[in-house]
């Protein structure tokens, strides 16, 4: 990877271009022409000035760049909307506190820290992918708007909310930016971000927000969902100025549900997704319809999120990662069924991703015409989709994987550059950390919670790997490089690293959360939630040796470093409890039956807070301090002694505030992490309450308490700043431990120096810390160093995973260049050994659980032996004690024992006895439900008999005579409610058969006239272009248009036929008015007397025995209701009589009570007590008892005895003889009762006169006297009180019953009407009953008319179908005579000279006569078969004679093709045929027309029969009931009818009329003229309105053919012609159109690429051109150095002449003229090609034609040059062969030229 990333943390990477800085240059001149307000272009921000930098103690030299961020090799993929595009290869997507710029193609990474450090809520892409959006989080937070590709901070946006924004979107045209907070505010922003100012601003709603978008298709329209709700806004201007106006939708009553996702329609509609995978379809603010698939199946399994609307098609994703498309207009016009609110439809397209995937988020390439997306996945991968959906489109393919959810686990190799990690995705993955890149990935069955690399002590490759899983599972992996087992097996498997399984185990029933080495490397531990720490033995096979119960979950797992003398473990329990346990022997002896160790050497600490007393002891120290300052400022300020006292008086007070309490959170705060300092010391990191403090701990020497009860408190401890409400998570050190290194629990990482062997933590002062990880959820518990130190790696709850470097990236570059990670090489054997076994089922048993299970069955097995060897035994004794009975009891009896004597003991008797009272109880119990059952089954009887044996109660008055009796209730009459059977013809109706038999079956011959394919062969096409999936699809879909058009048409149509069909005629009534003469008709009438004769009883009000049986049932139920509820009125005045005569007995005794204290002249006579009287209470007599059923019992043996005499004598009967004895004992006691009352007043009353003798002769003084009157007068007023309460309770309770019984008297007179009314009712059952004999022989007459009836609306139905499929075949015989035509057209062709004539064969009307069948024998008919043919014979007719006579059939016409002829014949044959079967079938269509008609008549006249018969019925009975009597009682006042002012004696011509229906017809007199009034003023206005009809009618007809007109006009400047629009609607897609269209493609294709080519060709006649043109600038070049040479060597030769002596002139002379010769040719020769070459330059820039020079011929020419060696070549040829260069650079340009 480049330099820039591993930069700093922070530092921007630096990948701007020169073009696309020109490119925003641009863009930036033409914003600022476009807009005068926009913001100057000269404000720019920096990076380096607003990105959040590490926080950095004061005074300290802790450098800024500590740490240096290397890579991110995790993903938040649980974060809605955590994935954008910017351009085709770079995806952008936040990480914690940076956003990550990922290269899609080289998966190089770049970084942008968040400016506020703290965190980034939400990021978008501007639509231009020129700009991107960063909202972050903190306090306050900004938007800052980046610049792309140069990273650039472009705007900020400010004040948008309090602590963090959940979503942003921009505009459609990116013009608007829209923003919403999270809580507390919830904020909704619109920004013009260009500008960096507020347009609108509003709470959204008081519920999260999951996203928020602007409509593509309306700017001005919104929407945003989230937790239960979704919200539409609009952007509306008013008078104030423009505003945000936001609707909540309705669920109405759809479930509410959390909405992910959701799709803007263009017409305002949005359709959302729902919780349960369902699209919910929003119209307005409501619910229009939910979407789901047929028979009610979801749309998606889970949530369902829609995400685009494209090419017709609605997308959508959901959580079983499968992508949809829907049809966009099947979902627009959606609707309900009138059942459910459901609309079902299936997906048009569909695509499954994979299996665990759960799709949350897409964005789409931004490549146009691309159907590319890239996913979010939330299982922890990033997916790229195509979605195209064609043959070939592409599978998924998954560009990066990632871990899902928190990271449960981390750690190190201690050899070389390798991470592990671990999640509850269930995989395990390892990841080079320097070359930044992931080696393998396992996947198990559950999730991962713990990691531990095995140190070198234990694997000296460096490639075992211990995690622990949620299920309690251990499993051993090892890590090798699978390229080295090449060698061995034979096979090249693919990646650099694998994981294989070595053994699994199972320690624990729950999450495993640690797992430490022993630092020998002896022992595993292993620590779980469930309170469990198990040890393990390390070897090849891991051994269990036993486990240790501890107080609480286990957190985590700390050995003694090898500076303890002792080897122990440190367990940390997260409710606070830490115990140290001795390191287990593992030769030592173990229990058998269990693996928990015993009593192994531990002590304990339980952790109690000591913070509040920290925080008290700050305040006081604070306090002194102010005191002492105080103080000293008080002493130099001032000197008077009264004011020092008032202040110190002042002081005393200030010192007197409460001081902070001391609190104990309960329950205690959570235990974070620890480790050891010294032996029996360790430092504690508390969560919760406790946070803010490193505690210094120890174990304390008192262990013999409970460890559960302990509280232990910090013998010092540490203040971490900043860290109150961020405890620390992690704690690791450096190797060296000059480093210590804290995960925090908000994310952020914390680097503290120390000194050398600083154990108590002394030199912790100073820190380095910067955020990383998301500071509301990034929890930061794992955290490592690298096995050199030079690398920090962090692993959080966001499932983000850094790695950083304490070095600098150069010097990191440089120190590693030649280190590379190095995966250990497998084991020798490792390809033979099998696959360890794995454990795979949650459920399977731990080793404890394995080994208890073991156990238990062994101890089972034992004990059932035992029993079974104790059955034996007594078995045995049974036997042997059986023999000694027998023994016993053949002895004789003085010798025999006695059963006492065979008891051993009493006691087992005695606990036989308590064994059979137990099972007593036992059944009882048992039998308690049928006991209850018993009980109740006899009250029921007895009320059943009581209530039949009611009697008549008489309640008497006390002081009168009155008495009022109950009603004796008679029971119901038991008359028949059933209907009586009439035999109705509905199972005839039912029976009709369904297919009814045709009566006219075709001909035989027509089975012979198969419709024949007369047409002519189609022409042979040639094979058209074969079109692509696009153009298919365009063609179904146009295809499907049509059809939906053709379809809407015929509805329309229907919907016309419908409304004429609806349309009343012109002689038709207002259905309101029929209606109202109905109802006038059956309410109002004209109140006939039903004596008349054309008096007809309505059909409502019509009589039957049934309805009079009902009204009769009624009349008795109503009667013998009121008498019961008089009944019960009288029972509860018996009642209070009853209670009013205990009462009286009880106030009596109270009056003798109060004269037993008074004087004798002072008694008043109390009132006579009442006595419930026998007829008062029959019930008594029913009442029974023991001594009652004996007396029965001795009265009826006496009755037994004198039977005979008793029935000479007419005794009464035993019942009457033991009332009477009950009654007498009654009486008796009564007496009795009475004469001890006054023997109790006289033994009173002689006592008080002995009291007061004995008083007289006492002297009372002064007091007592006044005592003794007081006392008199209290009894005198109480006995007056009572007598008088008495006196009032009985005159009360005879009003009572006078009241009572004048209500009886009234309710007797109504019971007497009744009655009357009964027996009237009675006589009319009776009637009717004489009159159903009639009606039934009446009803079977019925029910023949109604059979023939239905036989005749059979008949009608199968004459209605024959008819329909006579005229169906009518249609097609003319259908198919055409078609004869048609092929006799085709088979002549054009311009045959013979058309006329055979035109006339194929015309011409011939009789054909069919011969008689013989009926002789079989072989004259079978001969006769051959014959039975329609023969052909002469047809005379008048107009045709002439022609006959001149045109002969049965020659073919001279010239004429024979074939030609024959067939014609033939199909005239064929047309004659169709004519007359066409005849028949025209026929019997007549017949059944007539048919239909008959019995159409036939039905109207049964129908008018069957009525009169019933009127005439009605009629009778109506007359025989108004010859019965009715009695009606009446009062003087009630009869008008007066004769000369008397009434008459004769009351026969009386009418009878109700008062209330009188008064009504009075008043219906005035009624009608106020009728007929309004009558006449809405006849008035009915004329104005039909008037008024008349003239819109005329309007309307003329505005249609305006209307017309407009649209005929409008077709003929559209089409230049009228056309039929239906037509033109209904036409699809022409195939021939397409290919065209595609071949015309195809050839454009075709001819580009040619272009394409012949570009080619000229770019390399061009490049050959400047070769050439270079090869002869050379020459020149050449040639002129040549002449400066010569020029050179002349002058040396003149200058060497003259220095020359005579001897050598001649010779040298010679030589020279010869040298000087050469080079003249020479000169020549360059002179002449120069000139040559000119010329060639001048026509080659001309592109004329080439001229060799004329020293060349054509034949030398070269091969062209076509590589760019050989124009090297050529280049250096030398000077001395110019020609050879210039011929091969000749040929090409010829050639280009040609």
Not at 729 to 742: A, W
Request: charge should be negative; proline fraction near 5%; glycine fraction near 6%.
């Amino acid at each position: 990877m480049s330099e820039e990333l591993t930069a700093p943390v922070g530092e921007e990477a630096e990948s701007t271009q020169t073009a696309s800085q020109d490119n925003t240059e641009v863009m930036e001149q033409e914003a600022e022409e476009e807009s005068d307000k926009q913001l100057c272009s000269e404000k720019n921000y920096e990076y380096e000035e607003l990105r959040s930098r590490p926080f950095i103690t004061p005074d300290s030299e802790i450098p800024e760049n500590l740490l240096h961020l290397s890579h991110s090799f995790g993903y938040d993929s649980g974060r809605r909307g955590n994935l954008q595009l910017l351009d085709d290869r770079t995806l952008i997507f936040i990480a914690g506190n940076l956003l990550i710029l990922l290269d899609v193609f080289t998966k190089e990474q770049r970084y942008l820290r968040s400016c506020s450090g703290g965190g980034i809520g939400s990021i978008t892409a501007h639509p231009c992918k020129e700009y991107f959006a960063v909202a972050e989080k903190g306090h306050y937070p900004d938007i800052i708007v980046y610049e792309y590709p140069s990273l650039q901070p472009y705007r900020i946006l400010r004040g948008g909310t309090e602590k963090a924004y959940s979503c942003v979107d921009f505009s459609s045209d990116g013009r608007l930016l829209a923003s919403v907070g999270s809580a507390p505010d919830y904020m909704l922003t619109l920004w013009d971000w260009k500008q960096e100012e507020v347009k609108l601003s509003c709470k959204a709603i008081s519920q999260d927000i999951y996203r928020l978008s602007f409509s593509p298709y309306n700017p001005g329209l919104l929407t945003s969902s989230g937790s239960g709700h979704i919200k539409f806004w609009k952007m509306e201007g008013t008078f104030t100025g423009m505003k945000l106006q936001g609707l909540i939708g309705h669920f109405g009553n759809t479930t509410a549900t959390d909405i992910e996702g959701y799709v803007g329609l263009p017409d305002g509609k949005v359709v959302s997704g729902s919780a349960w995978g369902n699209l919910l379809l929003w119209e307005a603010n409501g619910i229009k319809v939910e979407i789901c698939r047929k028979e009610g199946r979801n749309c998606h399994a889970g949530i369902v999120q829609p995400f685009t609307l494209e090419d017709g098609q609605l997308m959508t994703i959901g959580s079983d990662g499968v992508v949809r498309g829907w049809d966009f207009e099947s979902i627009d016009i959606a609707d309900s069924s009138s059942d459910s609110s459901r609309f079902e439809m299936e997906p048009l397209n569909e695509m499954v991703v994979g299996h665990n995937v759960c799709l949350s988020s897409m964005v789409k390439s931004s490549v146009p015409d691309s159907y590319i997306w890239f996913a979010q996945d939330s299982s922890g991968a990033i997916w790229k989709l195509d979605l195209s959906f064609t043959y070939t489109t592409p599978d998924p393919e998954c560009l990066f994987s990632f871990h899902a959810g928190p990271i449960q686990g981390l750690d190190v190799s201690r050899k070389s550059h390798l991470m592990a990690t671990t999640a509850v995705d269930r995989s395990v993955k390892v990841f080079d950390y320097l070359a930044k890149r992931e080696l393998t990935t396992s996947r198990f069955n559950q999730g991962g919670t713990a990691v531990r690399w095995a140190p070198p002590l234990v694997d000296q490759s460096g490639g075992l790997l211990v995690t622990g899983f949620e299920d309690g599972v251990v499993r051993l992996l090892e890590l090798y490089n699978p390229q080295r087992l090449h060698v061995v097996t034979g096979h090249n498997p693919k990646g650099d690293a694998k994981l294989r399984l070595k053994q699994a185990f199972k320690p624990h029933n729950a999450p495993v959360t640690a797992v430490a080495y022993e630092r020998n490397g002896e022992i595993l531990a292993t620590g779980s939630s469930d309170s469990t720490v198990f040890f393990f033995t390390v070897g090849e096979k891991y051994n269990p040796i036993g486990f240790v119960q501890v107080p609480g979950p286990v957190q985590a797992l700390e050995w003694s470093p090898h500076s303890h003398s002792e080897n122990r473990l440190l367990i940390l329990c997260q409710n606070g409890h830490v115990v140290e346990v001795q390191s287990p022997d593992p030769e030592a002896q173990r229990p058998a039956k269990t693996f928990q160790l015993p009593e192994m050497p531990s002590r304990y600490f339980r952790f109690r807070s000591i913070k509040s007393q920290i925080k008290r002891e700050e305040e006081i120290a604070r306090r002194c301090a102010v005191k002492e300052k105080k103080k000293k400022e008080r002493e130099e300020r001032m000197k008077d002694s009264k004011q020092l006292d008032a202040e110190e008086e002042e002081e005393e007070e200030e010192e007197e505030e409460e001081l902070p309490t001391i609190y104990i959170p309960n329950p205690p705060s959570p235990l974070y992490c620890g480790f050891y300092s010294q032996p029996g010391q360790f430092w504690l990191s508390m969560g919760g309450f406790d946070s803010g403090f490193l505690y210094h701990c120890k174990f304390s020497e008192e262990q013999d308490q409970d460890p559960k009860q302990r509280q232990d408190e910090p013998f010092d401890f540490l203040p971490i700043q900043n860290a109150d409400e961020d405890p620390i998570c992690s704690i690791t050190f450096s190797s060296n431990r000059q480093l210590l290194l804290c995960g925090m629990h908000s994310g952020c990482i914390r680097v503290y120096p120390l000194q050398p062997d600083d154990q108590s933590l002394t030199s912790m002062q100073a820190y380095w810390a910067l955020s990383v990880h998301d500071n509301q959820y990034g929890h930061l518990w794992h955290i490592c160093c690298g096995h050199d130190d030079h690398f920090v790696l962090t692993a959080g709850d966001d499932g983000n995973i850094f790695s950083f470097s304490l070095l600098p990236p150069e010097e990191l570059q440089k120190g590693l260049q030649r280190k590379r990670a190095k995966v250990p090489s497998p084991r020798v054997g490792l390809e033979n050994e099998a696959l360890a076994q794995d454990i795979e089922d949650p459920a399977a048993y731990s080793i404890e659980t394995a080994k208890q299970k073991l156990e238990k069955d062994r101890l089972r097995r034992e004990a059932e032996l035992k029993i079974a060897a104790k059955q034996k035994k007594l078995a045995e004794l049974q036997k042997k004690f059986k023999q000694l009975l027998n023994n016993n009891q053949s002895l004789s009896e003085h010798v025999r024992l006695k059963p006492q004597e065979l008891q051993l003991d009493h006691r087992f008797s005695e606990q036989v006895e308590r064994v059979k009272a137990q099972r007593v109880r036992e059944v009882r119990k048992h039998m308690g439900w049928e006991e209850e059952r018993c009980n109740i089954a006899l009250s029921k009887i007895q009320d059943w008999f009581r209530d039949s044996l009611e009697a008549v109660v008489t309640v008497v008055a006390i002081r009168t005579d009155h008495r009022v009796s109950t009603y004796h209730l008679p029971v119901l009459t038991e008359l028949s409610t059933q209907p009586r059977h009439q035999s109705r013809p509905d199972r005839d109706l039912a029976a009709a058969p369904e297919l009814r038999r045709s009566r006219a079956e075709p001909a035989n011959d027509s089975s012979k006239l198969e419709e024949e394919e007369v047409l002519r062969q189609p022409k042979a096409r040639p094979a058209g272009i074969k079109l692509g999936f696009r153009q298919l699809e365009r063609l179904r879909k146009v295809a499907e248009k049509a059809e939906q058009a053709r379809a809407k048409i015929e509805k329309r149509k229907q919907e016309w036929a419908q409304l004429y069909a609806e349309k009343p005629s012109e002689d038709c009534e207002d259905p309101q008015d029929v209606q109202a003469i109905r109802e006038a008709e059956e309410n109002i009438g004209d109140l006939k007397l039903k004596s008349a004769k054309d008096f007809m009883v309505p059909k409502h009000l019509r009589m039957n025995t049934e309805r009079k049986r009902a009204q009769l049932i009624g009349l008795e139920e109503n009667i013998r209701g009121k008498q019961t509820e008089m009944n019960g009125r009288i029972m509860a005045l018996r009642d209070s009589k009853v209670r009013l005569v205990s009462q009286l007995r009880d106030q009596a005794q109270q009056v003798q009570r109060v004269q037993q204290r008074l004087a004798a002249h002072l008694h008043r006579p109390p009132p006579n007590l009442p006595n419930i009287l026998p007829e008062e209470t029959p019930e008594k007599r029913l009442r029974y008892s023991k001594a009652t059923l004996e007396r029965y019992q001795v009265l009826r043996e006496k009755s037994l005895q004198t039977m005979e005499q008793d029935e000479q004598e007419g005794v009464t009967t035993l019942l009457e003889q033991l009332e009477k004895l009950m009654e007498g004992e009654e009486g008796k006691e009564e007496e009795r009762e009475e004469e001890g009352t006054p023997s109790l007043s006289a033994s009173s009353l002689t006592r008080e006169e002995e009291e007061t003798a004995v008083e007289e002769g006492v002297e009372l003084s002064n007091l007592e006297e006044e005592l003794q009157m007081e006392e008199e007068i209290r009894l005198l007023h109480e006995q007056d009180c009572l007598l008088e309460q008495m006196e009032t309770s009985v005159c009360e309770f005879d009003a009572k019953l006078r009241l009572l019984h004048h209500e009886k008297l009234r309710l007797d007179w109504q019971l007497k009407q009744a009655d009357l009314c009964q027996l009237t009712l009675y006589q009319e059952l009776v009637l009717l009953k004489e009159f159903e004999r009639k009606e039934e022989s009446l009803q079977e007459k019925l029910n023949e008319q109604l059979k023939e009836e239905s036989n005749i609306k059979s008949k009608m139905e199968e004459c209605n179908e024959e008819l329909e499929l006579t005229q169906g075949e009518i249609a097609k015989l003319e259908e198919r005579k055409k078609a004869v035509t048609a092929a006799f057209q085709a088979l002549l062709g054009e311009e045959n000279k013979f058309e006329e004539d055979l035109t006339k064969v194929f015309k011409k009307k011939i009789k054909r006569v069919k011969k008689k069948e013989q009926t002789a024998s079989k072989e004259k008919e079978e001969e006769s078969d051959e014959d039975d043919y329609w023969d052909v014979g002469d047809y005379h007719d008048s107009d045709t004679d002439e022609e006959e006579a001149a045109l002969d059939d049965s020659v073919c016409p001279p010239n004429c093709d024979p074939d030609l002829f024959k067939e014609t014949l033939q199909l005239r044959e064929r047309r004659l045929d169709l004519e007359e079967l066409l005849a028949e079938k025209k026929k019997s269509a007549e017949a059944l027309k007539t048919e239909c008609d008959t019995l159409v008549k036939k039905e109207k006249s049964l129908k008018s029969r069957w009525k009169e018969a019933e009127d005439d019925m009605d009629r009778d009975k109506q007359q025989k009931m108004n010859e019965l009597d009715v009695v009606v009682p009446l009062r003087l006042n009630q009869i008008e009818f007066v004769s000369n002012g008397s009434v008459p004696s004769d009351l026969s011509p009386a009418l009878l009329l109700d008062k209330t229906e009188l008064s009504r017809l009075q008043e219906r007199t005035d009624q009608l003229s106020l009728e007929k009034s309004e009558q006449r003023d809405l006849y008035c206005q009915a004329r104005q309105q039909h008037v008024r009809l008349l003239h819109d009618r005329k309007y309307m007809d003329a505005k249609i053919q305006g209307l017309e007109k407009q649209c005929d006009q409008q077709m003929m400047m559209k089409f230049g012609r009228l056309v039929d629009l239906e037509g033109l609607m209904t036409l699809s897609g022409s195939r021939a159109l397409e290919e065209l269209k595609q071949e015309k493609l195809l050839r454009e294709a075709a001819y580009a690429k040619e272009i394409k080519q012949w570009d080619a060709k000229v770019d390399e006649a061009r490049q050959a051109l400047t070769e050439v043109t270079r090869c002869n600038t050379e020459c020149l070049l050449s040639m002129t150095r040549l002449l400066d040479q010569k020029k050179e060597l002349e002058n040396k030769l003149n200058a060497r002449q003259k220095k020359k002596g005579q001897q050598f002139q001649d010779y040298r002379r010679r030589v020279d003229q010869e040298a000087i010769q050469r080079l003249q040719e020479l000169v020549k020769t360059q002179s002449q090609e120069a000139e040559d070459l000119r010329r060639e330059i001048y026509h080659l820039s001309l592109k004329g034609v080439h001229v060799l020079p004329p020293n060349l011929a054509p034949k030398n020419r070269l091969t062209p040059l076509l590589t760019k060696a050989h124009h090297t070549h050529t280049g250096r040829q030398g000077p001395g062969r110019p020609s050879q260069q210039l011929k091969a650079q000749q040929s090409p340009i010829k050639q280009g030229a040609n």
